[in-house]
């Protein structure tokens, strides 16, 4: 059996796996602090975050969440997602299949106010 012959069949099994996790989709909270981030925004840029957010609803089962370390107790648990030079800063609470979305900003600037 040929290389590509077993790829194909994983590739099929990660499909249904994708199609399994979009049924369940994860309910997802704007905070006023991602609002006022991305009103600063271009709307081409703004509408790539917001379906950048649609994508992690529909994926939140399937994909490895980035969490920031020595955070304050406050802030303890926060995730990160990258979207080009942009991190989107959020929460997820996989029991209530929930996700709230902290704050969205330049690579350069989101750590600094931590």
Known sequence: MGR????????????????????RAAHSTILPSAEADL?????????AI????????????????????NLPEDLSGLCRLRHSDYRILYWRYPARRTIKIYRVQHRSEVYRDL
């Not at 790829?7 to 049924?23: E, I, M």
């Open 50 to 69: 917001v379906r950048r957010f649609a994508w992690l609803r529909e994926h939140a089962d399937a994909i490895i969440h980035h969490r920031l370390q």
């Open 4 to 23: 590509h012959a077993r790829r194909g069949g994983a590739q099929r099994r990660w499909r249904l796996r994708c199609v399994r996790f979009r049924l």
């Open 39 to 47: 009103q600063g925004f271009s709307s081409e840029l703004r509408g």
